[in-house]
DNA sequence: CGCCAATTTGAGTCCCATCAATATTTGTGG
DNA sequence: CCACAAATATTGATGGGACTCAAATTGGCG
């Protein structure tokens, strides 16, 4: 029989899983086991994975939700197992900044172990199905199976491995080549994920993804603008497709503005956009 | 006895640590215990420390000299028992970007656990003494005493949100406040390792500056001179000295430039710098 | 002392933010 | 279902903040 140490939350009651507490049993998708989990987050089980009788709970939010909020009491991590949703960060002016888009197999919440309380709020994108994961049993599972200790820490890591990249990428990329890699980045989450990698929706609106780059709304727009007129993509609203992904991978600056209207004007106009110059494949100048 | 099994790691071997390996125990700093180390993180020592027989090697590495390189197999975390360094990511183009500034009681080398291989590089900017953590000897402990586990977890939360806090600056504000903030950070973890706050000299270049702001050597150096004028800090080479934190701290953007033209003529060279009107505390107009 | 790195300062340019107007989509209630 | 409001997106014009290129000065160190 589950372990019931790990059920409901009381504080999260109120966002009314469809069941009723004395048919959880018998709801198959409302509980994982731990096999499902580390399948989810992408980790080896540990040898007494099927032994092991705790069940985790999930709970769904609809879209605009907050499954979090900055400053609230730590004691829940959260893994996606559908559904998309942002980070957002809120400076002391009351400025808002998106640090993330979450989505099948993330986990959420790591931020909050260190001071007891989230430092940044997580928002449904749209309707989502999250796996609640109690603090306490997240500790206690690296005293348990001693193998998953290992991959606990791997997950904190590649969440660093992953900020320092964006910080990276903030400070040292132009706005096309940021655009052109957030593209990029998310068709290969969504190839992950069994999607196409090449065409997909965007589920956040410009303005939030230019809050994510640290770029304008209005600069996300002209630049996806440009790389369709360029012909490396696609784009109709959300809807966008990547013709040249390659290209968009390695791109790091548009060529100087007096030599783009040279090349923009005289040959866009005439030329198949396939037999442009390609000028992401120059040598990188130092940006710093 | 201490437990031999922390010793030596052999690729260390190279940095010649000054004593001989015959007479670790007599060396007084050489080691450290896990009391120490506790006290260094800032972390509660559990209860069973002192019983605790494991000993921690330290290692010296000369300014200049790399702590660990990126690709390098990960094997073990670093902490700072004085020194100064910079950990630094390098892109594919062979660019430079520095990443944080390590000082006393600093934690390095957690990108290393993701994928078993470092993701940064570590640099001495100054001689430096390391306290050597062997990743299984650091993943045991929290196994042998559990109440570490909660700690361990802890500072690389930390870690992840310092890093947050350092993306949102980076898309957000101006190069003034992050050359400010930059400043006043630095004034708080000198305090907090009992030097003075308000006056320090800087142990990197205003190139290393730059790239950890995202701005060039000279923007740096432009924005010195800026604040120097303004009679918010006083400057000389690396010579520090912050004479009116608070204002820097919530310093978001020098006036539009017309604006600052006329106070700053009519103005600077007048009055004392401490009756200028405060711009800092105007409202915040939203940035993205 | 002489060399090289680091820093400062200036002049010019450009990328991107800002302000603004319009178009398109989404959502909502009668 | 349509009409209306609100949110989202596109596009243009303009200005400014930071980058780039360049030269001169300072400081550290063998």
């Known amino acids: 029989m589950p372990n019931l140490s790990t059920l ?13 507490d004395s048919s959880w049993r018998h709801q198959g998708s409302l509980w994982s086991n731990l096999r499902q989990v580390c399948e989810l987050l992408a980790i080896p089980a540990p040898a007494g994975a099927d032994e092991d009788d705790s069940m985790f709970q999930h709970v769904r939010f609809k879209s605009g939700q907050r499954i979090h909020r900055i400053g609230q009491n730590f004691d829940t991590l ?18 808002e900044q998106v640090l993330s888009f979450p989505m099948k197999g993330d986990l959420l919440g790591i931020d909050g172990i260190h001071k007891q309380h989230y430092a940044s709020e997580a928002v449904a994108l749209s309707d989502c199905d999250m796996i609640l994961i109690p603090y306490k049993t997240f500790a ?7 193998e998953l200790e290992h991959a606990m820490f791997s ?6 491995v992953r900020e320092q990249a964006m910080i990276s990428m903030l400070s040292a ?3 096309e080549a940021k655009v052109a890699r957030f593209l990029t980045n998310l068709g290969e989450r969504f190839s992950a994920m069994g999607y196409s990698g090449r065409s997909f929706n965007l589920r956040m609106t410009r303005q939030e993804i230019g809050s994510y780059l640290g770029l304008t709304l209005e600069t996300v727009s ?14 109709e609203q959300r809807e966008i497709n990547l013709i040249d ?30 037999l442009l110059p390609q000028w992401n494949n120059e040598a990188a100048p130092a940006l710093n």
């Open 245 to 274: 992904p390659s290209a968009l991978k390695t791109l790091r600056r548009l060529p100087p503005a007096k030599a783009r209207i040279k090349v923009a004007e005289k040959v866009t106009a005439l030329v198949n956009k396939n």
């Open 8 to 20: 409901t939350p009381a504080h999260h009651a109120n966002h009314a899983a469809p069941s009723a």
């Open 155 to 160: 997950v904190m890591s590649r969440e660093i």
């Open 173 to 175: 990329l132009s706005a």
């Open 140 to 146: 206690a599972l690296g005293r348990t199976h001693a």
């Open 222 to 235: 002209r630049t996806l603008s440009a790389l369709n007129e360029l012909g490396m993509i696609s784009v």
């Open 78 to 95: 959260y893994i996606v197992n559908s559904g998309f949703l942002k980070t957002i960060h809120i400076d002391e002016y009351g400025n």
